[in-house]
């Protein structure tokens, strides 16, 4: 029998296959070491093969598809639901093919090599960011058991510690000072690679025209915010509207509906927190700013502010900077002509 689909498990050394005919029925199932995958693969003639979208995933997606198969990647949420039985390798392959047999669960578009990059850059930032407030946090608080209490923020930090370092303070033993100074170099050799990475990112954006316009044009989506989502949905094709970007993001409200009673709660939160996090700092800022403004954009957040209070003016700006963010991308993929849009002032601010 010809295989017309084939579910396939990523492991880390084992990975599960199960090959199904035209009728949806197992024809086989196998068992693969890492190195032998793609040497299978190569045998099979061109047919479906529905992953995971996991770690890994987009490799394996991409080299499927070199060799001539039609790769899907589904979202692991919704192929849970699946699962037939208990859960073991074989019956995780076998929910993979059934999920895709059904028309309303889209795929996961795979993402490039450029993509991957600028993604990895973005990882590695956040870890750096982490790393930089973890040391921060942790001196302040070594130094408030020696009585000496610095002011929150790490501009405070940045400045008080050399002068600490430098000073003859009795409460600062040499066993705190010793400490203190290891920590203070490798703040300074985090936000060192930092700067790099953000040197970088830049240089990214400025190499991509869409990256350029999303900046250019919307308040409060400046390099990080304009390289994160393009890297992320490339020119937006996977999206059939820009609010079901917004939905993507989850900076739509989330509903507990029965009976014809509509009841809607706090944003959902669902799809990628790191990009959510980027749009809500960015319109935060927009908000704040706001409040010196007059043009018509800043007056209708002013508006919003006092009607219904500071955060939901921030997630309302959030959601209107996705969902015009997703009209200049599907524009500028079809060759459409853009015009000025109401939030736009200038350079953008994060």
């Known amino acids: 029998m010809s295989i017309t689909a084939i579910g396939m498990d990523i492991g880390k050394r084992v990975f599960h296959l199960i090959g199904h005919d035209a009728k949806g029925h197992e024809v086989w199932r196998r068992a693969l070491r890492r190195v032998e995958v793609l040497p299978f693969m190569v045998q099979v003639p061109a047919c479906r093969v529905v992953i995971e979208a996991c770690g890994g995933s987009n490799y394996w997606g991409r080299e499927l598809e070199r060799l001539g198969h039609e790769v899907v990647r589904l979202p692991t949420q919704h192929v849970r639901a699946y ?28 993402k490039g090599l450029e993509a991957q990059d600028v993604q990895s850059l ?26 000496v209490v610095l002011p929150a923020g790490i501009a405070a930090f940045r400045r008080e510690v050399p002068k600490i370092l430098a000073s003859e303070d009795p409460r600062i033993t040499a066993v705190l000072r010793e400490l203190l100074s290891t920590q203070w170099e490798w703040l300074k050799l985090v936000e060192v690679q930092l700067s790099t990475i953000e040197r970088r ?30 890297s992320r949905i490339g020119d937006g094709r996977d999206f059939r509207r820009g609010r079901d970007l917004s939905a993507w993001l989850g900076i739509v409200p ?18 990628d ?3 959510r996090t980027l749009f809500i700092h960015g319109a935060r800022t927009v908000v704040q ?31 209107k900077n996705a969902r015009i963010a997703w009209a200049l991308l599907h524009k500028q993929a079809h060759g459409l002509s853009i015009q000025p849009v109401s939030v736009a002032c200038g350079e953008a601010v994060e």
């Open 289 to 319: 700013h706001a409040a010196r403004k007059t043009d018509p954009f800043s007056a209708w957040v002013n508006r919003l502010r006092a009607r219904r209070g500071m955060n939901i003016a921030v997630v309302a700006v959030a959601n």
């Open 254 to 271: 989330r509903q507990h509906s029965t009976g014809g009673k509509t009841k809607l709660l706090g944003i959902s939160k669902r799809g």
């Open 122 to 147: 973005h990882r590695v930032r956040q870890s750096y960011v982490k790393q930089r407030t973890s040391l921060v946090n942790q001196s302040r608080g070594l130094l408030a058991e020696y009585g």
């Open 273 to 275: 927190p790191y990009l």
């Open 83 to 110: 699962v037939r039985g208990n859960k073991h390798d074989y019956n995780d392959a076998d929910a993979l093919l059934e999920a895709a047999r059904r028309v309303r669960h889209r795929s996961v578009a795979l």
């Open 201 to 230: 990112l830049r240089q990214v954006e400025r190499d991509d025209p869409r990256m350029g316009l999303l900046r250019g044009m919307l308040a409060g989506v400046g390099t990080l915010t304009a390289t994160a989502l393009v």
